[in-house]
């Protein structure tokens, strides 16, 4: 027996194979159907029932669906769950096939678009906080390019950077869907593979300045080979993805590598600047500073976190931009007000260019332009701006013509669906104003004949109504429908239901003509206004968006200096110089959480200097030290972002790479074993970290045994003094380690207070100068609800380790004659020196072998000298 696919089945199966990986939604009428493996996948992640339908090759097909009208909302779920999904549209109507093909024809189908994470336009699927950006990467060499782009407001950033530099990048991207060549063998885990012959820099290079209408990109930028290899595979790709429409790209921007300040994946987990360690933005920094009124601020909040600035002046220029709004609470106010009410014009815009624009997108576009040139004219008017805002003003303005066209050509508040029509005003359009009076005035005749056919039958209960199927009928109750059903009558018998009649009448089946007909026209003008508006705004879409850029900056302002006075920040002093000083520094989200538990956090200072860089952060656990390493690293990052800081007052010199190495424990997840995290960080800190960078290492060494811990600690932190010589706080409960403030002199000790009070442990909190005196371990256990017995046993135990250690002169007892730091690595490399040289000096061709043999055993007896 032969199992032909059915003609539909052919269909369908032609079309998942143009989906590839994707889901197929494929349209039947109300429907959207999957079926198959993708049909059981949707089922679980969507929690839907899983039938069947048919057969193919024998066995039964599995099957779900959802409904067309709600399909958004699935999936947006699907996408959440890290699915793909391809959009199958009927392209033709059931009548234009039976025309084509007979009254067996399928009605063709085609992917009309696909749906995946990072190619989000819709609303729905967006969270108005968050950037949504997909990446393109492209090895090149030895370099990778990057474009990234959030296709929801068209921006687009290339950039490019060593092979090894790729994770750091995209931590600060954080992109919801990257896509590489395929085959690529050191691809990022999650990336996408898609052909390798989109990734080309002429073919991307031509791309960009088709989309842009221009002869060369220079004016946008330089750009270098792999930077274009990979906005050619990210246009590939949204060609793709859209089937030939590109949504919204704005002019490529070219990102510097050293124009922020570098943080690794690592560093922005570990101070939790956009999620927290619960994977979410509850807890983070992003939350706890973010006070905009706008998505888009919010958006760039979130940008300029992620980015920190190295330029002076800019930064300088941000802040100055906070203190202006700080001072002036009033301006702030009004400022906020007007903001709270602008529509997201970069989001609106991205639909509109996407084809996925609604005459509410346009309204969206109307409103927050003419809300924008309300600001500047408020803003110019009060003379005296901050630089910054002063160049944003321009920008606010400048959309006269389009907001006055939209005002007219739009009602009040268009809706989201246009298939109905009713969004262009009265008045914009004197022949579209006649059908809908044509229209206006059948309806009227048709509720006056109503009363006339009353009166003709006599029948008090006829009614005329409406619905989808019949149109415009008379209706009756059964026991009147005889008077009606008379020949000579004038109505004619359409419909009989259970207890009512239905009829039609000429002069009633006229009028409703006209009103088809005029609605028909009618909509038919609306669409094509529609086109034309959205024609208009794509033209001015630069513009557009240089306007939502500037609202969103000064939301940005606004917020910081919201937050600032909500929490008495305070204005921090960038300089050049290698120092960082503190006084009364505080953790936000720390700060925060005690606040809503009633308590009150205890302000540090932190003062690190060129000959004071090394801080060394000893204490009991529970004491408050990863809180203060954590809260100079956020304060740092804060300030070169361009906000206020939580402190008293604050001079920060500027920070090139920004290290943070705190808790193994939370990085047990990761499937490698947390030492061996930790190790990698370390070395990577080890690595990179140079004399502007500013690093903060908490409880290095604790994920192995006591002597392997200390001893690596112990190097870390003299290779960091020694070496690096970087700003650097460094936490530790290892007692032993406070003598390496006898050897280096940029080494400082420090403790965070505590104190024993009728055998309970009181955490200070407080920062203070030189060593912990002892490390409270038990008194911790015992405050953690370790039972009193367990605590008195480990006492005992203790009691016996002290007193071997004092026989014994304890953990670092070796460690009295240990060479310093720098003499041992000269020693080391001394060795390697004269080795070489006794090689290099070698005429190797003179010897005797037995000589050679000889000289072999002394070059090795040496290397182990
Ligand atoms: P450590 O690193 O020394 O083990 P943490 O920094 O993790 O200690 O702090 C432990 C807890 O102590 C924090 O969760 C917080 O509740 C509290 N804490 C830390 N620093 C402060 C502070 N400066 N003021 C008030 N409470 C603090």
Same mark, same amino acid.
């Given at each position: ?428 359009? !004197?022949?579209?104003?006649? $059908?809908? @009076?044509? %229209?206006?005035?059948? #309806?009227? *005749? /048709? =509720? &006056?004949?109503? +009363? ?75 669409? !094509?206004?529609?086109?034309? $508006?959205? @024609?208009? %705004?794509?033209?001015? #879409?630069? *513009? /557009? =968006? &240089?306007?939502? +850029? ?82 100079? @690293? ?6 070169? *972002?361009?906000?206020?800081?939580? +402190? ?82 460094? @936490? ?134």
């Amino acid at each position: 027996m032969s199992h032909a696919p059915t003609p539909m089945m052919a269909q369908y199966l032609a079309l998942k194979d143009q989906a590839g990986d994707c889901l197929l939604f494929y349209r039947m009428g109300d429907f959207f159907e999957l079926f198959f493996d993708d049909a059981r996948t949707a089922a679980q992640v969507l929690d839907i029932a899983l039938t069947s339908r048919g057969e193919h090759q024998g066995t039964p097909i599995p099957m779900c669906g959802v409904p067309v009208h709600s399909a958004e909302g699935y999936l947006a779920r699907l996408i959440r769950a890290g699915c793909r999904v391809a959009i199958a549209e009927q392209v033709e109507s059931p009548e234009e096939a039976k025309k084509r093909g007979g009254s067996k024809a399928l009605v063709a189908r085609d992917i009309v678009r696909f749906v995946t994470a990072g190619t989000l336009t819709e609303e729905a699927l967006l969270n108005p906080r968050e950037s949504n950006v997909l990446v393109a990467v492209c090895p090149l060499r030895d370099r990778v390019g990057i474009a990234a782009c959030d296709i929801s407001t068209g921006r687009v950033e290339l950039e490019e950077c060593a092979v090894d530099g790729l994770g750091a990048a995209l931590a600060r991207l954080a992109p919801r869907e990257t896509v590489c060549p395929e085959e690529w063998p050191s691809a990022p885990l999650e990336a996408v593979g898609r052909p390798a012959h989109g990734f080309d820099s002429a073919g991307g290079e031509a791309r960009l300045k088709e989309i842009h209408g221009v002869a060369t990109l220079d004016g946008f930028g330089q750009f270098g080979r792999a930077m274009l290899a990979a906005a050619g595979g990210l246009i590939a790709y949204l060609d793709h993805v859209g089937r030939g429409r590109l949504p919204l790209l704005l002019p490529p921007v070219a990102r510097g590598g050293d124009a922020h300040m570098a943080m690794d994946e690592a560093t922005r987990a570990s101070l939790e600047v956009l999620v927290s360690s619960t994977g979410t933005r509850k807890g983070s920094l992003a939350e706890a500073v973010d006070r905009c009124v706008t998505g888009a601020g919010a958006r760039l909040l979130a940008e300029d976190l992620s980015a920190p600035l190295l330029d002076l002046f800019a930064i300088r220029q941000r802040l100055e931009l906070v203190q202006w709004l700080c001072e002036d609470p009033l301006l702030r106010g009004d400022l906020r007000g007007v903001l709270r009410a602008v529509p997201d014009l970069g989001r609106a815009l991205g639909r509109v260019v996407a084809g996925r624009g609604s005459p509410r997108d346009l309204g969206q576009l109307r409103d927050g332009l003419a809300e924008a040139r309300r600001l500047h004219d408020s803003l110019a008017a009060r003379g005296a701006l901050p630089a910054l805002a002063q160049a944003l003003l321009p920008r606010l303005t400048g959309h006269g013509a389009l907001v006055d066209l939209y005002a007219r050509a739009l009602v009040p508040s268009p809706p989201t669906e246009r298939g109905q029509g009713g969004f262009i005003a009265e008045g914009y359009d !004197a022949s579209l104003d006649t $059908l809908r @009076a044509a %229209a206006g005035n059948s #309806r009227r *005749a /048709i =509720a &006056a004949l109503e +009363a006339k056919y009353r009166d003709e039958t006599g029948v008090a209960a006829l009614k005329i109504r409406h619905n989808g199927v019949l149109g415009y009928f008379i209706e009756v109750p059964a026991r009147h429908a005889d008077r009606l059903m008379q020949p000579d009558s004038g109505f004619t018998h359409r419909q009989t239901m259970a207890g009512a009649v239905r009829f039609n009448a000429l002069a009633l089946h006229e009028e409703a003509s006209r009103i088809a007909e005029a609605g028909g026209h009618a909509l038919v003008a609306e669409e !094509a206004h529609f086109e034309d $508006l959205i @024609a208009r %705004a794509i033209d001015a #879409r630069e *513009a /557009i =968006a &240089a306007t939502a +850029a500037a609202l969103a900056r000064l939301d940005v302002g606004a917020s910081h200096a919201e937050r600032a006075a909500e929490g008495g920040w305070s204005l921090p002093r960038v300089v050049d110089e290698p120092v960082l000083a503190i006084a009364g520094g505080r953790h936000p989200v720390v700060e925060a959480a005690l606040a809503r538990a009633g308590e009150r956090f205890v302000a540090n200072d932190c003062r690190l200097s060129d000959a004071d860089r090394l801080w060394l952060v000893g204490g009991p656990n529970m004491g408050g030290k990863s809180t203060f390493l954590r809260q100079n @690293a956020l304060i740092v990052l804060l300030a070169q *972002a361009g906000s206020y800081v939580p +402190a008293e007052a604050a001079t920060v010199g500027l920070v090139d790479r920004l290290f943070s190495r705190v808790g193994a424990s939370d990085n047990l997840a990761r499937g490698r074993s947390t030492f061996m995290v930790e190790m990698v960080e370390t070395a990577a800190i080890l690595q990179q970290a140079g004399p502007r960078s500013f690093v903060i290492l908490d409880e290095v060494g604790r994920g192995t045994s006591t002597y392997d811990g200390l001893a690596l600690a112990w190097a870390v932190a003299e290779a960091v003094h020694e070496t690096n010589r970087c700003r650097c706080l460094f @936490a530790t409960h290892y007692h032993e380690m406070q003598r390496l403030a006898e050897t280096c002199p940029a080494l400082s000790l420090h403790h965070v207070r505590a104190r024993e009070w009728k055998g309970d442990l009181v955490l200070l909190h407080e920062l203070a100068e030189g060593p912990a005196d002892k490390s409270y371990g038990l008194a911790v256990a015992r405050l953690a609800g370790v039972p009193d017995a367990v605590v008195k046993r480990a006492r005992a135990v203790l009691d016996k380790l002290e007193k071997g250690r004092a026989a014994t002169g304890g953990l670092a007892a070796g460690l009295g004659d240990l060479p310093l730091f720098a003499a041992a690595i000269e020693a080391a490399e001394d060795k390697v020196d004269a080795l070489r040289e006794k090689l290099n000096g070698l005429d190797i061709d003179s010897l005797s072998p037995r000589a050679a043999l000889d000289l072999l055993y002394e070059l090795k007896r040496e290397a182990n000298a």
